[in-house]
């Protein structure tokens, strides 16, 4: 017999899959004895079977009746009482915390007659007919489905009328009239009337929110979070506690740590006479938690032990939803709390310094991602100018971007390719589609704990809120600052997360601070502790990873900043840039070439340019290997575009002239050359048996470089590479030629020569016959772009736009496999080439040199695999230092 109810008492916070986060944290809690109102939870199976079936599962309310009945005998009092109604909340809270994106119900009970018992035994009319207005509104809106804005129109408008800013001042008699208009629009918009029976509110509210886990805002959530679809929402009934009963008491959001710094100190907002949802709705405006300190120093001291408690318990940062009802204080939600990148490693760095992680833990709490996120530059402060606006600095980094004031806006123009910061009083739910879409959220009201701050910080967005100096007005399109600068939709702003400040135009960017530590170790005054945290977590990656880290790198200046951020040495070097350039012309003739002496001439000049670039190459990564790989691409990429070519020809003959000469000879060339498919076409290791004399030209340049190193007092540790072999025999054949030129060389420079030939693994017909290819090879290189195009049969040019945007509409995948490695398919070829490779040759080398060398998934991947290396560009090397280190944890 499936169970789908279980009381607080009875949960924990290892059952969040069932219960849910808030619902598993809410058992935590109330085991650890902290003052939680009573209640219980509808698991996620419930809703689950609900939704697939679209009705209640057999039994479900039954176990609710007998856990209500319990809750009911423990109160004294029934649901909805007419002289003393217990009252409830419905609460969604699914397994991953979707701030905001689904439904709660407050002040379940509430009817014509209890209203009047409410009001009696409270002593005050007001309290009573203001729960009761917002029962009518919220139910009237969550389950109802009536426009909430309709309410909210009309709660303003008689506020309006009566001359207030808030609605504390409404006395009892509007909040009943109010009452009366709710229920009437109800009436008019639905046909149908809001339910007087207090079981009837219970369970429709609960299926309500049951259904909102499909509502369109929780599934882009989910979709921006990669949440799965199919966990469902658990639903917490709760006896309610009052935070509107008058100025003793109150609601409240509050963080054990800065939630955006990581530093210590308590960080929340609190708002007396209120309901905790208005605390994040940003409707009034709150006071910070240190001046409930001087309102209600009990409550203040409860609440500071309870959330040492709760840091300790969870060893984390935790944030917390109070509320304070006369004097009484009660925890209503608890969970991890979310976290900007640099609190992440301040925090772990911290709480390993407080001995309540370790330092493993430590590492496991901080994120490639996040360190990728702190990489990116940050605004030069000395050329900033003055600012528009200060705010809340809600979420750390620099974004620039055309100012636009809703989100329907920003997701056109960000569809459209331009940069978009959006700007909004608060944010809802509803602007989630444009906060996806903009660089960065720009608000005029709210604090740390407001939707727009929570969600930001969520997606790794930059976020200033609660600029209260500018007046944004929708409407107009428009802010203005209080210098009475205004901003029109379109203009271009900065917004500084980490600062919380606005600028009006581009401000310049400069390197972060992490980069300049990585750059050259130095430190940064503000933020040295970030800098830091940073460098712990990258040095108990480097003591725990067995990956080494290399990088992709083709020129001396990339090698060096390789090497300054911990690569190991190079995995991929390409020569094919090398061509480039005035070489270009060089390369030409090399095509063009009539006779084998014309070929012979273009690949003697390109010989000592190609040395020098070794030559470089070596010294920067002295000591470190450094694998180079053999010319890929198809050769028409050296030469000009055919329709360049042709339109010069032809607009030459317009004029009446002849034609240049060479231009003819290249068209002709390149029509000769052309190819459907050239990524499938002539090029990598068919190049080398195809075109005579390249492999001998590239090779001796290796060598000759490899021999000047050492007679200069080097260590060069040259390996070559062959790429886009598919067969062993391919590999064979300029195996034996590099073999011979490198013997030629050592015998011609009067040095031993040792550099190890292997290959690139990036067809799938590679990786099915890597036993043979092993061989020949003494290292892999896993090309896991091609090898992803070449497995799935799309070109990776052409298909991003094509599309990939459906694909991942429709959940074919729901990452890009050419970012994250397809672990299913390629990944299954990875593993075949790894176990069949070392079957034949035990001490085969393996790296892995694609763009998912530096992704972190990929890079935990890789380690399981049993690789020996990552190679990615030099700006993923820490990254891939840091992912490394936790896929060894
Ligand atoms: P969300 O997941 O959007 O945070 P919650 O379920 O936490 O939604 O509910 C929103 C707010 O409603 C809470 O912050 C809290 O202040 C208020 N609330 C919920 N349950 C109760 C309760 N039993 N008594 C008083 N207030 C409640
Ligand atoms: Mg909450
Ligand atoms: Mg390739």
């Not at 050592?746 to 036993?771: W, Y």
């Not at 075949?832 to 890079?859: M, N, T």
Request: proline share 5%; glycine share 10%; net charge negative.
């Amino acid at each position: 017999m499936v169970r789908y109810v279980y009381d607080f008492t009875e949960g924990g916070r290892d059952m969040a899959d069932l219960l849910g986060g808030k619902g598993s944290n809410l058992a935590e809690m109330t085991r650890l004895g902290l003052p939680v109102p009573p209640g219980f939870t509808l698991t996620t199976e419930a809703c689950r079977a609900f939704l697939e079936t679209g009705s209640e599962p057999a039994g479900l309310w039954r176990e609710v009746s007998a856990h209500l009945a319990a809750l009911e005998a423990s109160a004294g009092r029934s649901l909805g009482q007419p002289d003393d109604p217990l009252l409830l909340s419905v609460r969604s809270g699914a397994k991953f915390s979707m701030p905001g994106m689904m439904e709660t119900i407050l002040d379940i009970g509430l009817n014509d007659d209890s209203v009047l018992g409410l009001a009696k035994v409270s002593g005050s009319e007001r309290f009573a007919w203001d729960s009761y207005r917002r029962l009518v509104q919220m139910f009237g809106s969550t389950v109802m489905g009536v426009d909430s804005s309709r309410f909210e129109q009309s709660l303003a408008l008689l506020k309006e009328l009566r001359g207030v800013q808030d609605d504390v001042r409404l006395p009892a008699s509007d909040l009943a009239e109010l009452v009366e208009t709710f229920k009437n629009l109800i009436h008019l918009e639905t046909g149908d009337h809001f339910p007087q029976s207090p079981a009837e509110q219970l369970r429709r509210a609960v299926m309500a929110v049951f259904e909102s886990w499909n509502g369109e805002r929780a599934r882009v959530y989910r979709r921006r979070e990669h949440i799965a679809d199919d966990l469902g929402t658990a639903v917490n009934v709760q006896r309610m506690v009052f935070g509107n009963l008058g100025s003793d008491s109150g609601s409240g959001v509050a963080f054990t740590r800065d939630p955006a710094t990581g530093r210590p100190g308590l960080y929340g907002d609190y708002l007396p006479d209120a309901q905790g949802e208005d605390v994040v709705a940003g409707i009034r405006n709150t006071v910070p938690l240190a001046e409930l300190e001087r309102l209600d120093a009990t409550s203040y001291d409860g609440l500071r032990t309870h959330m040492r408690t709760l840091e300790r318990h969870y060893r984390d940062l935790c944030d917390i939803e109070f509320t304070i009802e006369r004097g009484t204080l009660w925890m209503l939600q608890t969970r991890v709390g979310k976290r900007t990148a640099e609190a992440a490693f301040v925090l772990a760095a911290a709480l390993a310094d407080e001995g309540l992680i370790t330092p493993d833990e430590a590492l496991d709490r901080v994120s490639g991602e996040g360190l990728a996120r702190l990489m990116f530059p940050r605004f030069d402060t000395d050329s900033t100018g003055t600012a528009l606006a200060h705010g809340v600095p809600a979420s750390p980094g620099a974004a620039v971007g055309a100012a636009v004031f809703d989100s329907a806006q920003a997701v056109r123009r960000a569809a459209a390719g331009e940069k978009v910061v959006l700007v909004r009083q608060e944010t809802t739910p509803d602007d989630l589609p444009g906060m996806i879409a903009a660089q960065a959220v720009l608000t005029s009201r709210g604090g740390k704990t407001s939707h727009a701050a929570v969600v930001a910080r969520g997606m790794g967005k930059v976020c200033v809120c609660g600029a209260e100096e500018l007046t944004v007005d929708t409407e107009a399109r428009r802010f203005t600052a209080a210098d009475g600068t205004v901003i029109r939709e379109g203009t271009i702003v900065s917004v500084d997360g980490s600062a919380g400040a606005v600028y009006a135009g581009p401000v310049p960017l400069v390197d972060s601070a992490v980069i300049r530590y990585l750059e050259d170790g130095s430190g940064d005054g503000g933020s040295q502790y970030v800098v830091d945290a940073v460098a712990r977590a990258l040095a108990r990656a480097d003591t725990v990873r067995r990956l080494e880290v290399r990088a992709n790198a083709d020129t001396p200046e990339d090698a060096e900043r390789a090497r300054r951020f911990g690569a190991q040495g190079i995995g991929l070097c390409r020569t094919e840039h090398m061509f480039l350039g005035e070489r270009r012309e060089l390369v030409e003739q090399m095509i063009l070439a009539g006779t084998d002496a014309e070929r012979e001439k273009a690949l003697a000049d390109l010989l000592p340019l190609q040395r020098q670039d070794f030559v470089a190459i070596l010294e920067a990564m002295d000591g470190l290997p450094v694998t180079i790989r053999l010319l890929d691409p198809p050769l028409h990429e050296f030469l000009p575009d055919p329709t360049e070519l042709a339109v010069r020809i032809a607009s030459a003959q317009a004029r009446g002239e002849d034609p240049d000469a060479h231009d003819a000879e290249l068209l002709s060339a390149v029509n000769r050359m052309h190819e459907e498919n050239p990524m499938l076409g002539l090029r990598g290791v068919r190049l080398g048996l195809v075109v005579p004399g390249l492999v001998a030209m590239q090779v001796q340049a290796i060598g000759e470089a490899v021999g000047e190193r050492l007679l200069a007092g080097g260590t060069p540790k040259a390996e070559i590479m062959v790429p886009l072999v598919g067969d062993v025999r391919e590999l064979r054949l300029v195996r034996e030629e590099v073999q011979r030129v490198l013997a030629e060389v050592s015998r011609a420079a009067g040095v031993a020569l040792d550099c190890p030939v292997g290959t690139m693994i990036e067809l799938p017909r590679a990786a099915l016959t890597a036993g043979r290819i092993a061989e020949e090879a003494e290292f892999f290189s896993f090309g896991t772009n091609d090898l992803t195009q070449t497995t799935w049969g799309f070109s990776r040019d052409d298909v991003e736009a094509e599309f990939f945007s459906a694909y991942l509409d429709k959940g074919v995948f729901s990452t890009s496999p050419f970012e994250t490695l397809d672990r299913e398919g390629v990944g299954r070829l990875v593993g075949i080439a790894v176990a069949e490779g070392r079957a034949v040759r035990p001490d085969l080398k393996i790296g892995v040199c694609g763009e998912h060398g530096g992704d972190p998934d990929s890079v935990h991947f890789f380690h399981t695999a049993g690789l020996d290396y990552v190679s990615c560009s030099p700006f993923r090397v820490p990254v891939a230092r840091l992912e490394a280190g936790r896929a060894a944890l």
